[in-house]
């Protein structure tokens, strides 16, 4: 009785701390803002210092998932005319901008304006680093 005991009282122990989809056959909209936060800007972007040509619809907001394989990065490029914000989700990422450099880590991000002209790079050998991207683009004709 006891050998048959201790196996199920594991089991039911073990079943009991495993997590559960939530049931969400009644979800129902909410009624007032709750449970939010997070609502300080993780940065700001003056736009207006980008002089971008055209009307607002000559541009698109665009949130991209980056992922930076180790070693992988990009050469030094421009942020004129494309305002942006980056957000490390995952891993570790150099950010160069002239002769200044700076580690990332996960949960830190660094505003693109429009005198930006930076790289960046994933210094690890053997984790991808993934970035959350949010720029504003010139829209595709």
């Known amino acids: 009785m006891i050998r048959t005991l201790i196996p199920l009282t594991a089991a ?12 969400t056959r009644h979800v129902t909209a909410p009624t007032q803002a709750t449970g939010i936060g997070g609502n300080t800007p993780a940065g700001l972007v003056d736009l207006a210092a980008h002089q971008m040509k055209g009307n ?3 541009y698109e907001l665009r949130a991209r998932l980056l992922t930076i394989a180790p070693g992988g990065g990009a050469p030094a490029h421009p942020h004129a005319g494309q305002p942006g914000i980056v957000r490390v989700i995952k891993g570790t990422i150099v950010e160069g901008r002239g002769s200044a ?24 050998a053997t984790e991808t680093a993934e970035l959350w991207a ?3 683009v010139p829209r595709k004709k």
Not at 101 to 124: C, K, M, Y
């Open 12 to 23: 039911a122990l073990l079943t009991a701390g495993c997590a559960s989809a939530p049931d």
């Open 56 to 58: 607002p619809g000559d």
């Open 101 to 124: 450099q700076r580690v990332l880590s996960t949960g830190e991000h660094w505003i693109e304006t429009a005198d930006t002209t930076h790289w960046f790079i994933n210094p690890s």
């Open 134 to 136: 949010v720029d504003i």
